[in-house]
């Protein structure tokens, strides 16, 4: 109003921001509260690197806000954290998740499914592992069609903590992955004690295969260290034909990104997993 008062204007806007946050964490509690009303898990295929077979899927979180629209995972997450509402909505993703591979099953499909999960349902663990036994025994499914996907830095942030968790997660007989491998700091005597049976190399060192030497020594040095310790390895975010060419010479295990296929509603991936696999 002043006219040139930085300040104000930042200050106006911070609260627009704060005020939005809030507005979005009224609206996904009564989304979670009506049972996921608006919310919806996409997947997306993890293909072999050798033969384009579907390997698994990601579920990745959608949601249709009722005058918003689409609300990306990227700002819904945070608000979740912040707002205190993650643990509702990462148990809505386990439900929904394992209803699917019910699903899925009864038509014939089997597809393993990975969920990503927050810092701050593995500091919760028994309220985690309890929903997830919970889960997989309503639909009568194996652990094993059930993966976990949790970020670097998460997994190291509190070592121990992680440690304890991810034990008892894989006595469940859920497989583990680290995601976004190569952007936390992993040490690697504690990456090797670690229940894990997967890294996903981070899509940053992806995109840059092709114009950058370093970023492809360090892909190749997470590929040799990961087949070393026994880890399977998967590249996320493959866009090119080029990149994919480069992964599949140095052996990477599996491949996901948009080149294969983007995120996509159950019934699109059912579609889209029996074409490839015929
Ligand atoms: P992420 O786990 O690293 O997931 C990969 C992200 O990269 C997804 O974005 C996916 O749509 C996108 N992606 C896949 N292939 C490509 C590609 O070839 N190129 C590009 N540019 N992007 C690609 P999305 O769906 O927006 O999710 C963003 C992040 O939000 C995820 O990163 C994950 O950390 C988080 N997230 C998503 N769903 C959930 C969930 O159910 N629970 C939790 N806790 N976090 C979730
Ligand atoms: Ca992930
Ligand atoms: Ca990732
Ligand atoms: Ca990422």
């Not at 936390?184 to 899509?203: E, F, N, T, W």
């Not at 699109?268 to 997993?273: D, G, K, T, V």
Request: proline letters at 3%; hydrophobic letters at 45%.
């Amino acid at each position: 109003r002043s006219g040139g008062n930085g300040f104000a204007f930042f200050e106006v806007h911070m609260q627009d921001g704060v005020r939005d946050q809030l507005e979005l964490a009224r609206d996904l509690r009564a989304a979670l509260e009506a049972g996921g009303a608006g919310l919806a898990l996409h997947y997306q295929p993890k293909v072999a690197g050798d033969t384009a077979r579907v390997l698994g899927v990601e579920a990745l979180l959608r949601w249709q806000h009722p005058r918003r629209g689409a609300v990306s995972p990227g700002v819904l997450i945070p608000v979740a954290e912040r707002f205190g509402i993650i643990t509702a909505l990462g148990d809505w993703v386990i439900d929904e998740a394992c209803r699917q591979i019910a699903d899925w099953r009864d038509q014939g499909l089997k597809l393993r499914v990975a969920i990503n999960l927050s810092v701050q349902q593995l500091r919760q663990p028994e309220a985690l592992l309890l929903r997830l036994e919970q889960a997989l025994a309503r639909h009568h499914l194996d652990a094993t069609q059930l993966s976990c996907e949790i970020t670097e830095s998460v997994a190291m942030a509190d070592a121990a903590a992680t440690e304890r968790v991810l034990q008892r997660l894989g006595e469940l007989g859920v497989s583990l992955s680290i995601d976004d491998f190569g952007t936390g700091y992993s040490s690697l005597a504690y990456l090797r004690r670690l229940p894990v049976s997967q890294l996903k190399i981070d899509r940053s060192f992806i995109q840059d295969l092709e114009t950058s030497a370093d970023a492809r020594a360090i892909v190749n040095a997470v590929i040799e260290l990961a087949h070393a310790l026994g880890l399977e390895v998967v590249a996320e975010g493959v866009e090119t034909e080029g990149q994919a060419d480069v992964l599949r010479a140095k052996r990477c295990d599996k491949l996901q990104g948009f080149l294969f296929a983007r995120p996509m509603p159950a019934q699109e991936l059912a579609r889209w997993a029996m074409q490839s696999q015929s």
